[in-house]
């Protein structure tokens, strides 16, 4: 079945460490998203890329990285300089007016 | 940069009952995609309904009907004999359709509850 996978699905930081999220999608999108949760926020865009080897910030993008190396893959690198890490995040992938979105992964920072 | 309003951050609704969820939204395009997207605890996303703004005719999906009135950049969701599966987070979101801007823009929410 076409879908998208983030791993892992809880995830703990320590302060001033990097961590990098896992997105991967088998749908065939060219565009793929990154967006963050929190409580009475909604979703908030950190960074998209619509081709491999091209992306865009989002919003919120600052104390974010990503790579595009792939079609099917859209690493997200939450570093140090993130003050306020500890969020739900949302990947999401789309093709036209399809969209399709992964079950998340939530970092906390212990 | 088009913004999406979602005023009520809580709502509630007897079982079988209908219950209306609102949502503006700020573009000076002509022609965009609406979406309502609900999120149950397992926090996946899941499309409810979809609106394309050039169309007049608002958008059905079973229980789930849009009221779209484009001159007031409103578009508001109506669920019908509401079921206790229906609680969620529901997001509402704007696409544009401008080349470089497809990616959609999120209101920040209404949690809804349904009482038995």
């Known amino acids: 079945d076409g879908g998208i996978t983030q791993s892992p699905k809880y995830l703990f930081r320590k302060e001033g460490q990097n961590v990098t999220l896992s997105c991967e999608q088998n749908l065939n999108h060219d565009a793929m998203y990154w967006y963050r949760q929190d409580p009475g926020q909604g979703l908030r865009l950190i960074y998209y890329?619509?081709?491999?080897?091209d992306f865009q910030k989002g919003d919120i993008a600052e104390g974010y990285s990503v790579s595009r190396e792939k079609k099917e893959s859209f690493p997200l690198t939450v570093t140090s300089a993130q003050k306020n890490p500890t969020a739900f995040y949302l990947c999401a992938s789309s093709l036209q007016e399809s969209w399709g979105f992964g079950s998340g992964t939530r970092l906390t920072v212990v | 940069a088009q913004t999406v309003t979602q005023s009520q951050p809580e709502m509630s609704v007897q079982e079988a009952e209908t219950v209306t969820l609102s949502c503006t939204y700020d573009?000076?395009?002509?022609?965009?995609?609406l979406f309502w997207y609900k999120q149950p605890p397992s926090r996946q996303m899941i499309l409810v309904i979809r609106q394309e703004a050039y169309k007049q005719q608002n958008a059905t999906e079973n229980r789930f009907s849009v009221n779209f009135q484009k001159a007031a950049k409103s578009f508001s969701l109506k669920i019908s004999d509401s079921q206790l599966g229906d609680a969620a987070m529901y997001f509402c979101?704007?696409?544009?359709?401008?080349?470089?801007?497809?990616?959609?823009?999120f209101g920040k929410g209404t949690k809804l509850t349904v009482n038995p």
């Open positions: 979101a704007y696409r544009s359709l401008k080349g470089g801007s497809e990616k959609l823009v």
């Open positions: 890329s619509q081709i491999v080897n």
């Open positions: 573009t000076s395009e002509s022609d965009y995609y």
